[in-house]
């Protein structure tokens, strides 16, 4: 195992305290960061903090996921899945499959995100989904009408919106009506690099078992 593995590792023990705290010690789900590539984004790219975030999101990962795999989508204008960041080829992930293989630049769709992450679906597993930004879209009645939509699937969203950017979009799919069950929260989070481990754990966290009960309840394989 690498280095980074190993701290990866040691961060998945802190992130497991959380994971209890929550009563989640149990869930077993397949763990998707979705990472917007609009142009507003490419500073955190280009200084590591994307990667940095990765990592900590894969150390969480370890607490749900056997395979400690995390499924990444990029998304922009456009969206594509891009592979399965582990422990193995986690060291310069971003680096590699993201900034050397797509354009940090375009539009921000969030629904073109969200369809990707459909594809994933059925599984053996619940997707937990880790789908971070930095602004608002341009395509909101159709993520409104998707987030819809996948509420009757075994998918749980965490909008992360980050840096200085008033997401009123977001509060709105936290709260949006006609859904099957509630499958969405929103956290803002206004400087992603320097937010402590602890903190980061619990904020992606919130709500999370809450939707676990509820699905059970309709009826989804959770």
């Given at each position: ?7 990866v590792v040691d961060l998945s ?210």
């Amino acid at each position: 195992m690498t280095d980074l593995g190993k701290r990866v590792v040691d961060l998945s023990k802190k992130a497991a305290f959380s994971v209890s705290r929550h009563g989640l010690e149990d869930f077993q789900a397949r763990v998707v960061f979705v990472m917007d590539i609009s142009k507003s984004m490419y500073p955190l790219y280009r200084d590591g903090t994307m990667q940095q975030v990765l990592e900590r999101v894969a150390a969480l990962a370890l607490n749900f996921d056997d395979d400690g795999q995390v499924d990444v989508i990029v998304f922009g204008t456009d969206a594509r899945y891009v592979g399965g960041a582990t422990l193995a080829t986690l060291e310069g992930f971003v680096a590699r499959e993201i900034v050397a293989r797509h354009n940090i630049n375009g539009a921000t769709n969030y629904a073109r995100g969200m369809r990707e992450v459909a594809r994933l679906l059925p599984g053996p597993h619940p997707l937990f989904v880790v789908f971070l930004t930095d602004g608002n879209n341009g395509d909101r009645p159709e993520t409104e009408a998707l987030l819809r939509e996948l509420s009757g699937q075994p998918v749980f969203f965490k909008f992360l919106g980050i840096g200085s950017e008033r997401f009123a979009f977001l509060e709105k799919l936290d709260d949006l009506e006609g859904r099957l069950v509630d499958n969405a929260d929103f956290q803002a989070i206004s400087d992603i690099a320097t937010i402590r481990d602890g903190e980061l754990f619990e904020r992606l966290l919130v709500e999370l078992n809450d939707w676990r009960s509820a699905a059970a309840a309709a009826g989804l394989q959770v």
